[in-house]
């Protein structure tokens, strides 16, 4: 996989960077974990500059937080409202804990979206409760391209300093990623087993 990352963006350049970030928000085949220490690895090599390749992953990413920014728009409060009534459990919410989780977000919404986008997976789905509450779109560009520009830095500078060694960098931050994955799916499976509307709260 290291190769083909490789030659991918030394034959697409900055434009190729953003396209694997983009895609990799809108439908990850590979992580941001690889692509940007790899793309920090060809500008190391002298194929690229290592700030315009930051550059290039940040608009590419951000351009794929966008894309899910708009998804939650169009879901709107009267969509999701039918998706809970429909499939509360699966969901593990109720009206209830949507009109609650609503005001946090509105109250805490820059901290939620520039701290989401430095986290793997929360980073593509905080895009799309930003569209949902609404939050305005001015401040949703301004903290998730903070919070994205410091992610992509991270990895690329990492790349770019280890050089050789850059197979060392997707190797420490892989077990991270996945280790976070793995406690956000136990944390859904536990509150699928036991969530309660609040109708049986009260029967309870």
Request: without cysteine; neutral net charge.
């Amino acid at each position: 996989m290291f190769d083909w990352i490789v030659d991918f963006v030394r034959d697409g350049g900055y434009l190729g960077i953003a396209l694997l970030m983009f895609l990799e928000n809108v439908f990850p085949p590979i992580p941001s974990e690889l692509i940007m220490p790899l793309a920090g690895f060809v500008a190391a090599n002298g194929d690229l500059n290592i700030w315009l390749v930051v550059v290039s992953g940040t608009i590419g990413s951000i351009a794929g937080a966008v894309f899910w920014y708009v998804i939650g728009l169009w879901l709107g409060r009267g969509r999701v409202e039918w998706l809970i009534r429909k499939f509360g459990r699966i969901l593990t919410m109720s009206l209830e804990d949507l009109e609650t989780a609503r005001a946090w977000f509105l109250w805490k919404a820059h901290w939620a979206v520039l701290l989401g986008r430095l986290v793997p997976t929360v980073r593509t789905l905080i895009s799309v409760p930003a569209g949902i509450a609404p939050m305005p779109f001015a401040p949703f560009m301004i903290w998730s391209s903070i919070g994205t520009a410091a992610w992509t830095s991270l990895l690329a500078v990492a790349g770019y300093v280890m050089q050789s060694q850059y197979e060392l960098v997707e190797g420490y931050i892989d077990p991270i990623s996945k280790g976070v994955v793995a406690v956000v799916v136990l944390v859904y499976l536990y509150r699928v087993v036991t969530f309660r509307t609040p109708e049986q709260r009260l029967g309870d």
